[in-house]
């Protein structure tokens, strides 16, 4: 018998492993982090300083594991430009943004950072944490302005 009869398993176990050492060296003990999810899956939701709330999420697509952070930067309000905002949202996924993304969850302007679990090693978890924490921060502050004077 093979020392892991299931690879997508012994995948997900060490996946679980590198997350919970990366909010640990990101100031977000574990434990405390671990969230309920609604299809069973390992998760984990933090609070950054500004207020943006990043949720964790280890799922399975194609049979294949994936991992899914997304930061929630900003509620929409209901007085905004949308044409405007959107635009400017694309604009920053083109232009400034790197390995994240701007998308909206009903009135939510979140990024995303999702990728296979294949070859996944704990410093690239680290960097996508630390990648979608900081600019969830940094945007939350410009786009807030940017929604008050719209």
Same mark, same amino acid.
């Given at each position: 018998?093979?020392?892991?009869?299931?690879?997508?398993?012994?995948?997900?176990? %060490?996946?679980?492993?590198?997350?919970?050492d990366a909010l640990q060296t =990101?100031?977000?003990?574990? !434990?405390?982090?671990?969230?309920? %999810?609604?299809?069973?899956?390992?998760?984990?939701?933090?609070?950054?300083? +500004?207020?943006? #709330?990043? &949720?964790?999420?280890?799922? +399975? @697509?194609?049979?294949?594991? +994936? =991992? #899914? +952070?997304?930061?929630?930067?900003?509620?929409?309000?209901?007085?905004?430009? &949308?044409?405007?905002?959107?635009?400017? =949202?694309?604009?920053?996924?083109?232009? @400034?943004?790197?390995?994240?993304?701007?998308?909206?969850?009903g009135r939510e302007i979140v990024?995303?950072? @999702?990728?296979?679990?294949?070859?996944?090693?704990? /410093?690239?978890? &680290? !960097?996508?944490?630390?990648? $979608?924490? /900081?600019?969830?921060?940094?945007y939350a502050k410009i786009l807030?302005? !940017?929604?008050? $004077?719209?």
């Amino acid at each position: 018998m093979a020392l892991f009869s299931n690879k997508q398993e012994a995948n997900l176990r %060490s996946c679980i492993r590198m997350i919970e050492d990366a909010l640990q060296t =990101l100031g977000h003990p574990p !434990d405390e982090s671990r969230t309920e %999810s609604t299809d069973d899956m390992p998760a984990w939701r933090v609070e950054s300083g +500004v207020g943006a #709330r990043i &949720e964790v999420h280890l799922g +399975v @697509e194609d049979e294949k594991n +994936v =991992l #899914r +952070v997304t930061a929630t930067v900003a509620t929409v309000p209901a007085t905004a430009d &949308e044409a405007r905002l959107y635009r400017k =949202l694309l604009e920053l996924n083109a232009a @400034e943004v790197k390995g994240v993304a701007f998308g909206l969850v009903g009135r939510e302007i979140v990024l995303v950072s @999702e990728r296979t679990t294949i070859d996944l090693d704990p /410093s690239e978890v &680290e !960097d996508i944490l630390r990648r $979608t924490q /900081s600019f969830a921060a940094h945007y939350a502050k410009i786009l807030v302005l !940017d929604l008050a $004077t719209a």
